[in-house]
T-cell receptor, first 111, second 113 residues
């Protein structure tokens, strides 16, 4: 079935550094979503992208909907300790409401 | 709005017992989803409803799992009988319309011993 592949699986960075992660698929998606999950909590929607080529920001977060519709990128600028968590990309299967999720990128920040 | 509300937050039960997880979606949201999260398999969609009607239950692992949505503000996921491999975090999520990102509850951590 359709799968989303996220990379990297984990990141260890210093506070203040910028972060980049991406998500790719062998299938076309019409919507790309980025979520963050803190320990013991449910995923929280960060950014939603609805148009190929779209670049959207939410504070220090910026996400892009790849022009091929098969990938998306999430960047975090000037990381801070509260950015720690697992970041998931997600998208609805074509013609359906079902969301499929990537495996997640675990972000760890060293103070 | 308080967001998606799930109960209980934690459930420990013995193998063979019935388990019922509960969810209250965000008011006005037409779609409700049940997900399961494990280390091995990540986030998996079990079933989703549109306007209280089950649309796709292909993710439900087996007949031991059932879900209902008797009205727009309440849904249950039941496991009977429960098995240790059912141990996971179960999330309920809701969304306003098709294609919109879903909003998740805090999850129920289920442990079957």
């Amino acid at each position: 079935g359709q799968q989303l592949n996220q990379s990297p699986q984990s990141m260890f960075i210093q506070e203040g550094e910028d972060v980049s992660m991406n998500c790719t698929s062998s299938s076309i998606f019409n919507t790309w979503l980025w979520y963050k999950q803190d320990p013991g909590e449910g995923p929280v929607l960060l950014i939603a992208l609805y148009k190929a080529g779209e670049l959207t920001s939410n504070g220090r977060l910026t996400a892009q909907f790849g022009i091929t519709r098969k990938d998306s990128f999430l960047n975090i600028s000037a990381s801070i300790p509260s950015d720690v968590g697992i970041y998931f990309c997600a998208g609805p299967l074509t013609g359906a409401q079902k969301l499929v999720f990537g495996q997640g990128t675990r972000l760890t920040i060293n103070p | 709005d308080a967001g998606v509300i799930q109960s209980p937050r934690h459930e420990v039960t013995e193998m063979g017992q019935e388990v019922t997880l509960r969810c209250k979606p965000i008011s006005g949201h037409d779609y409700l989803f049940w997900y399961r999260q494990t280390m091995m398999r990540g986030l998996e969609l079990l079933i989703y409803f549109n306007n209280n009607v089950p649309i796709d239950d292909s993710g439900m692992p087996e007949d031991r799992f059932s879900a209902k949505m008797p009205n727009a503000s309440f849904s249950t996921l039941k496991i009977q009988p429960s098995e240790p491999r059912d141990s996971a975090v179960y999330f309920c999520a809701s969304s306003l319309f098709q294609g919109m990102g879903a909003f998740f509850g805090q999850g129920t951590r289920l442990t079957v011993v």
